[in-house]
């Protein structure tokens, strides 16, 4: 959970990034809830023991939603985030099936680049259409991001 957790420490801490970057995140975790839980159960975790119940302990949920938080991060801050819809891509072996988790984070990234432009962030956005959860997908997303993330390191 890589994008998740560099956009939630982003909003939750401003002052100690100078930017973030979500590769293919689970950056919206209240927009599938039963999904997250379904994740977390595939690994063989205990799905409420995350955040608890998605219900019951919703406040608990908002405090770590990526999506939610937005709000927190100052205006300008820099974002960068890039998914793609699920659909066998350019970087996939033939014969790829349809990837639903991509497709899920793919609505999540949508609906996260929306609210923070409307936030004022500055979101650099490659919502890339064909492309699936894989690394080579990530690793040229990267080299994408890169001068974003250490712009005004020195």
Known sequence: MGGFGALSYAARHPRLFRAA???????????DPA???????????????LWGDPTAQSTL?????PYALIPRLPRGYPLYLACGNGTPGPLDPPG??????????????????RRARA?????????YGPGTH???YWERELTHALPLLTAGLS
Request: net charge negative; no cysteine; aromatic share 6%.
């Open 35 to 49: 999904g997250i839980q379904a994740i977390l159960t595939g690994q063989g975790a205990d799905p409420t023991a």
């Open 134 to 136: 894989t690394w080579p």
């Open 96 to 113: 790829r099936p349809e990837d639903a988790l991509e497709r899920g984070l793919g609505e999540m990234a949508e609906r996260y680049v």
């Open 119 to 127: 936030h004022g962030l500055a979101v650099t956005a490659h919502l």
């Open 61 to 65: 949920w908002d405090a770590h939603n």
């Open 21 to 31: 970057a979500s590769f293919s995140g689970v950056i919206h975790t209240t927009l």
